[in-house]
């Protein structure tokens, strides 16, 4: 974990991805599309911070409200449906 930390903190979201690119290169010869792939993490990557700014404000706003997490949690498909319209705007060009 601690590793993990490392990494992300000392290097960046492209260097991250040239390397996983090269590291997953030969999984092309068994016909996994390896470039798509590493699209798919990238974007996944860099979505994790949003994820978690949605989900603490959607806690945040509930506590205000007096609600408890355990009663709102049926409206926990709103925070996911607005995340889903946030990333339609992070297309990936094919």
């Known amino acids: 974990m601690l590793s993990a930390t490392i990494l992300i903190a ?4 492209d260097e991250r991805a040239a390397a996983l690119k090269k590291l997953l290169a ?9 470039d798509r792939l590493v699209e798919i993490l990238t ?10 700014d949605r989900i603490h404000r959607y806690v945040t706003n509930k ?5 408890k997490l355990t009663e709102g949690v049926a409206s926990l498909s709103d925070v996911i449906v607005a995340l889903y ?8 060009p094919e």
């Open 10 to 13: 000392t290097t960046s979201p």
């Open 26 to 34: 030969p999984l092309k010869r068994v016909g996994v599309p390896a």
């Open 43 to 52: 974007m996944s990557w860099l979505s994790i911070p949003a994820f978690w």
């Open 63 to 67: 506590r205000s409200e007096g609600t």
């Open 85 to 92: 319209r946030e990333a339609e705007g992070y297309g990936v």
